[in-house]
């Protein structure tokens, strides 16, 4: 945290209260206390210029460059305007989204984004994109009742975000990007260059990876679950494990040691994530297999608690083993 995010911060609660503002140094000074407190979302440095912000679905990330602030993933329903106002607040406006996929809890808060900024996801998120709107309003609903209960001040704020984004009835184009690209491709960011992959269908079949070598940092989206069973589902998102493996391997090659590593969900780490996540669909990808094989049904198989995982936060389980089997009776030919 910085003190420009901290005055920010600071400026918002007391020009909120009717307070007439001194300076932007010497509120830093005035309130030298502010803490991580004062924003909705637990933000953490990782990297030069980069914070995560954990809770309310995927991690997401911002990266300022220059005068403006790239964030990756808007977050469940009715975050994204939280979202944008505190990236903002670390230092410079946020000016670029980049979506890593379709799932509502990467992009249920694009609105917030979508309305003035340039918006970025792989061309088939589009065709995806519409399936998760009305999940995403109905999460934002749904999300009041907590926020209510909330200790966080910053809570009523939100509240009043999502009732403003509700009163308005988004519909698809308030989620869909505003620019798409058709497969692997780099954009700029400030003075930031920005390497965005897409190794073909894995978590879904519109995952991009998201590099950024002058930072040595890498986003690589639901591609990468930490210490939980991923969330696999070849009916619904077009996922494909095998295709997941390999989107993996690109996720090490581009990696060296002290690359800092943001999953979509967990905590941060290195390029042992993408490892672990290659190690879990090998394993799990052959145990399906010789599970269909041996005659197991899929109601056999989504019950099985394999030892190798049994650390893994397991909610995930049933679905990620049930895409799982299918594909193996499909790779059979069956
Ligand atoms: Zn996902």
Redo the contacts with the bound molecule.
Sequence with gaps: MNLNRRSFIAASTLAAAGIALPARSSLARLLPSLTLADTYFEWKSVADGCHIAIGEG?NALAVLSGNETVVIDSKNGGFGEALRREAAALGSPVKTLINT?H?G??VGGNPAFTKDLRVIAHANAIARIPSQVERSNKSAQGAIAKLKQSPKATATQVIADIEALLQSSPTDKNFLPTESIPSSGNITVGNLSIELYHVGAG??DNDLIVYIPDRNILHG??LLFNNMYP?HDPANSGADSAGWIRSCQKIIDLCDNKTVVIP?HGDVGDLTIAKRQIEFFTALREQAAKAFAAGATREDFIKTEPEQFKSYSSNMRPITLGGLYDEAKKEAGK
């Design positions: 995927g996929h799932h809890d990467h978590h879904t989206g639901d969330y979509g």
